[in-house]
């Protein structure tokens, strides 16, 4: 079978484009999972689940709803490593590299790994880089970081080429769920040119316009949550 991380990899290579649903399993209703998945893009190369406080048993039961009706591969999306499920196909071993608190760069990490070492998840490490949203973040308030200011460009881009360093095999820019501002097409122009691993690029984008932007400007991956949970999302 092959690797996720060579499927997106391939793809990138091909110069195709990615795209995939963040699915909080706080706010997903499982029994209309299916209704849920028929109005997806056709497009939708991955599902991601996690939130920043869902249960083990929350997304257990999501994971497994999600899989009942489609064949895509199911990527674990962790706020802990209480999330984490041997129903999925994979998980997002993320790194918080944008803030300082050792717990998220390390710490939840150590903690996770009686759980992953004798599974079958594809462990896929993931500099994750909070940049600001324009509003405070799930993600901000649990890990008790800071997001980076979107005019910090060098910044950005410096810590995501240290995250390449350090062996990470994809950046993701997040702006948070729900965010008013999505990630700046300069930012992501710039980390694109700074670091030779797959880019993904999330939070507050909400119609097919801005999904296009975030491409033109080099992201490789782009992922879409509240807009899709809340059946917002804007087609051209």
């Given at each position: 079978?092959?690797?996720?991380?060579?499927?997106?990899?391939?793809?990138?290579?091909?110069?195709?484009?990615?795209?995939?649903?963040?699915?909080?399993?706080?706010?997903?209703?499982?029994?209309?999972?299916?209704?849920?998945?028929?109005?997806?893009?056709?497009?939708?190369?991955?599902?991601?689940?996690?939130?920043?406080?869902?249960?083990?048993?929350q997304?257990?039961?999501?994971?497994?709803?999600?899989?009942?009706?489609?064949?895509?591969?199911?990527?674990?999306?962790?706020g802990?490593?209480?999330?984490?499920?041997?129903?999925?196909d994979?998980?997002?071993?993320?790194?918080?590299?944008?803030?300082?608190?050792?717990?998220?760069?390390?710490?939840?990490?150590?903690?996770?790994?009686?759980?992953?070492?004798?599974?079958?998840?594809?462990?896929?490490?993931?500099?994750?880089?909070?940049?600001?949203?324009?509003?405070?973040?799930?993600?901000?308030?649990?890990?008790?970081?800071?997001?980076?200011?979107?005019?910090?460009?060098?910044?950005?881009?410096e810590?995501?080429?240290?995250?390449?360093?350090?062996?990470?095999?994809?950046?993701?820019?997040?702006?948070?769920?729900?965010?008013?501002?999505?990630?700046?097409?300069?930012?992501?122009?710039?980390?694109?040119?700074?670091?030779?691993?797959?880019v993904?690029?999330?939070?507050?984008?909400?119609?097919?316009?801005?999904?296009?932007?975030?491409?033109?400007?080099?992201?490789?991956?782009?992922?879409?949550?509240?807009?899709?949970?809340?059946?917002?999302?804007?087609?051209?």
């Amino acid at each position: 079978m092959t690797s996720i991380y060579s499927e997106i990899s391939a793809s990138i290579s091909r110069g195709e484009k990615l795209l995939c649903i963040l699915i909080d399993p706080e706010k997903f209703e499982n029994d209309k999972a299916e209704a849920f998945l028929k109005r997806m893009p056709k497009n939708v190369n991955y599902l991601l689940v996690g939130g920043s406080t869902a249960t083990a048993q929350q997304t257990g039961e999501t994971v497994k709803a999600l899989k009942r009706h489609s064949d895509l591969p199911v990527i674990l999306f962790p706020g802990s490593h209480e999330q984490i499920t041997e129903e999925a196909d994979g998980i997002l071993f993320l790194s918080l590299l944008s803030g300082r608190n050792p717990e998220y760069l390390i710490g939840q990490h150590i903690k996770s790994v009686p759980r992953l070492r004798f599974s079958n998840l594809e462990v896929l490490p993931t500099a994750y880089i909070l940049v600001d949203g324009g509003k405070e973040s799930a993600v901000q308030r649990v890990s008790e970081t800071i997001p980076i200011a979107q005019c910090e460009l060098k910044l950005i881009s410096e810590t995501a080429l240290a995250g390449e360093f350090s062996g990470k095999k994809l950046v993701y820019l997040e702006a948070g769920s729900g965010a008013k501002k999505a990630v700046g097409s300069s930012i992501i122009s710039e980390v694109k040119s700074a670091v030779s691993i797959p880019v993904m690029v999330g939070g507050g984008i909400r119609s097919a316009k801005q999904l296009q932007q975030a491409y033109d400007a080099g992201a490789d991956m782009v992922v879409i949550g509240t807009a899709f949970e809340d059946n917002t999302f804007v087609q051209l």
